[in-house]
T-cell receptor
Framework: QQQVKQSPQSLIVQKGGISIINCAYENTAFDYFPWYQQFPGKGPALLIAIRPDVSEKKEGRFTISFNKSAKQFSLHIMDSQPGDSATYFCAATGANNLFFGTGTRLTVIP | DAGVTQSPTHLIKTRGQHVTLRCSPISGHKSVSWYQQVLGQGPQFIFQYYEKEERGRGNFPDRFSARQFPNYSSELNVNALLLGDSALYLC???FGYGTTYEQYFGPGTRLTVT
């Protein structure tokens, strides 16, 4: 059973546009929600993370929005660039385990 | 500073064989976790080790085992390989274990079972 559900599976955005990736979870025991960026041939790299007592966190062009009551969180990439083209994974931690979503392949068109 | 390193980079094995994958954590990190990433999917947690003791185990069969050495490096062993074991195996290290510590991933070992 997928602990963290992620959508869309793929996303194509024009350069300068906003990329939005959504995730949902069921386990209210999760206590940390990171996002990872993965380029082909590389391991996932931590991008930004949020705790459930915070509704929004922004780091540069990347923003996480967190809705605890709806058990949903999303990643917004502002002013998307071709270099942002990668696979993005949301995740959730609990019980010393890190549960990943299924990934979103983002393509930013110049 | 060197990041998490893994060896080998690629590996081809035959069904029924055994494989050992190796991981060296970031200097100062005492926790190592292993993940399996099947093509097109997110990584799935296999094991976590901290201070040479197993601290967490995912839903994988007993054919999978691991250990951590005094220098905090780690090995993942898989016995009786199946075609379905073909995947990218990722190692991640962190200073401690538990949800408060961020994990840093290595580039992975691509295992192909034929």
């Amino acid at each position: 059973q997928q602990q963290v559900k992620q959508s869309p599976q793929s996303l194509i955005v024009q350069k300068g546009g906003i990329s939005i990736i959504n995730c949902a979870y069921e386990n209210t025991a999760f206590d940390y929600f990171p996002w990872y960026q993965q380029f082909p041939g590389k391991g996932p790299a931590l991008l930004i993370a949020i705790r459930p007592d915070v509704s929004e966190k922004k780091e540069g062009r990347f923003t996480i929005s967190f809705n605890k009551s709806a058990k949903q969180f999303s990643l917004h990439i502002m002013d998307s660039q071709p270099g942002d083209s990668a696979t993005y994974f949301c995740a959730a931690t609990g019980a010393n385990n890190l549960f990943f979503g299924t990934g979103t392949r983002l393509t930013v068109i110049p | 500073d060197a990041g998490v390193t893994q060896s080998p980079t690629h590996l081809i094995k035959t069904r029924g064989q055994h494989v050992t994958l190796r991981c060296s954590p970031i200097s100062g990190h005492k926790s190592v976790s292993w993940y399996q990433q099947v093509l097109g999917q997110g990584p799935q947690f296999i094991f976590q080790y901290y201070e040479k003791e197993e601290r967490g185990r995912g839903n994988f069969p007993d054919r999978f085992s691991a250990r951590q050495f005094p220098n905090y490096s780690s090995e993942l062993n898989v016995n009786a390989l199946l075609l379905g074991d073909s995947a990218l195996y990722l190692c991640a290290s962190s200073f401690g274990y538990g949800t408060t510590y961020e994990q840093y991933f290595g580039p992975g070992t691509r295992l192909t079972v034929t």
